[in-house]
């Protein structure tokens, strides 16, 4: 008789199946962790604009919002009722806006006319 007779093939099956089946959930693990870890940094996130709102929280603590593409979008915030002033973020490097850049026409070029 040999150990274990079928059960033992049913077995080593079943155990392929869960192997593989963890180690594509790992696979699918490592790369979420490494898409999170290697995303965005967060200094980079918050300032990503050239004006920041600096607003009086209270008892001498001020807080900095660097947010803003113009002056009038931080004074709406800082006016809104938040007391504060707007000035430039120190720390922006003059990243431009995310998007589709706009077509430039071409100057002083003519098309032949037949």
Do not use: H
């Not at 979420?32 to 603590?61: F, H, M, R």
Request: net charge positive; glycine share 10%.
């Amino acid at each position: 008789m040999v150990s274990g007779g079928p059960l033992r093939c049913l077995w080593q099956g079943v155990s392929l199946q869960l192997e593989a089946a963890m180690r594509r959930f790992l696979l699918a693990l490592a790369a979420l962790t490494a898409s999170i870890l290697l995303g965005t940094k967060p200094s980079q996130a918050y300032n990503d604009a050239p004006w920041c709102a600096v607003e009086n929280t209270g008892e001498g603590s001020v807080r900095e919002i660097c947010e803003f593409w113009s002056i009038e979008a931080c004074q709406r915030e800082v006016i809104s009722g938040n007391r504060g002033t707007c000035g430039v973020n120190p720390y922006w490097t003059g990243a431009q806006r995310k998007g589709r850049p706009a077509k430039r026409k071409a100057v002083g070029k003519r098309q032949r006319q037949r």
